[in-house]
């Protein structure tokens, strides 16, 4: 497992510096990291510092949040087809986004703090709806009501916008892109992000015990809605986050645990760092890829995590069927 970690967080670095690396402006590796660590180059510096690295760094943390949020969610529910969306965050932080882009107050930190906004709106209606001490099928429930909800509003305000250009800008929004970032959307997100990821990180103990069973998990100590309500808070400020500075990218928080498993051994709460390094992993290189699949077009990233995740979801629900047969 050791192993595993050292390749995983190896894969990761060299796959950041690919994303600094990469890009439309053709820079040398020299001037490239001269400009980066030096300021030395001109207008070099301006790529490096204002517009790769920003990238780069919402790629490894953007990631990093889905993969640990999709464990975590995994982990809580005992379900391998639970994802970070299920309880409403993304689609209420996206409808936050969307009114954002609509009213015309997308400018500077408006958008972003209006889908957090969503977010934060979607976890008091979670925590409303599941109740103190709801369970997992109250929880998933209402994170199904408020998700629909939500995709009817984005809907709703896509469809009555006057402005063509603003409802264009709000279908690529909703593609999910890490293209025209900056730092202050690195300042912006980073602490949600690094506090979900964090709070998600303390629940190992209590997952492995919920492998057992609930009634098990209780008689070992662990306290079930104090671990529901971190679970809830955690991926609500993770995902919030993510979606607020990314926009929509599916699958990731799906499919990485799934690859990830096996190595693990199914633990719990040694899949979800594994999870973080393999969801960095695999935004870094899906945000890398295009960049080299269309590099003379806008391809979004979110566009292309689901070209590669729904057959792999397909690929899991016929496994399934087989093993049931």
């Known amino acids: 497992m050791k192993t595993g970690f050292a390749l995983l967080s190896v894969l990761v670095v060299l796959l950041f510096f690919a994303s600094l690396l990469i890009g439309p402006a053709g820079l040398g590796l020299g001037d490239s990291l001269a400009a980066l660590f030096r300021g030395e180059g001109g207008p070099v510096v301006l790529v490096m510092r204002e517009i790769r690295l920003p990238r780069a760094l919402l790629g490894l943390l953007v990631g990093a949040a889905l993969g640990l949020s999709g464990a975590a969610m995994q982990g809580y529910l005992r379900n391998p087809l639970a994802e970070p969306g299920l309880i409403g965050v993304s689609a209420s932080a996206a409808l936050g986004a969307v009114i954002a882009l609509q009213t015309g107050a997308a400018a500077a930190f408006a958008l972003p703090l209006s889908a957090l906004a969503g977010a934060g709106i979607a976890v008091l209606l979670i925590l409303l709806l599941a109740g103190p001490r709801g369970g997992a099928l109250a929880l ?8 629909a909800l939500a995709a009817a509003l984005s809907s709703l305000v896509l469809s009555l916008s006057p402005n063509p250009f603003a409802g264009m800008e709000i279908v690529y929004w909703m593609m999910g892109s890490l293209a025209d970032r900056s730092m202050t959307h690195v300042t912006l997100a980073a602490p949600f992000l690094l506090a979900g990821m964090a709070a998600l990180l303390t629940l190992g103990r209590g997952f492995d015990a919920l492998t057992l069973g609930e009634d098990a998990a209780q008689a ?9 309500l971190v679970l809830v808070l955690g991926t609500a400020s993770a995902v919030g986050a993510a979606v ?3 926009g929509s990218v599916g699958f990731i928080g799906l499919v990485v645990p799934h690859l990830l498993r096996p190595m693990t051994g199914a633990r719990p709460s040694v899949l979800l760092p594994a999870s973080a390094l393999g969801g960095a992993a695999m935004l870094l290189a899906a945000d890398i890829a295009t960049r080299l699949i269309a590099p003379d ?10 070209l590669i995740g729904a057959p792999f979801f397909l690929h899991l629900i016929w496994r399934m069927r087989r093993v049931e047969a």
């Open 140 to 147: 998933i429930l209402a994170g199904i009501a408020i998700s």
């Open 244 to 246: 607020a500075v990314a």
């Open 220 to 228: 070992l100590g662990v306290n079930l809605p104090r671990l529901r």
């Open 297 to 306: 077009a806008d391809l979004k990233l979110g566009v292309l995590t689901a």
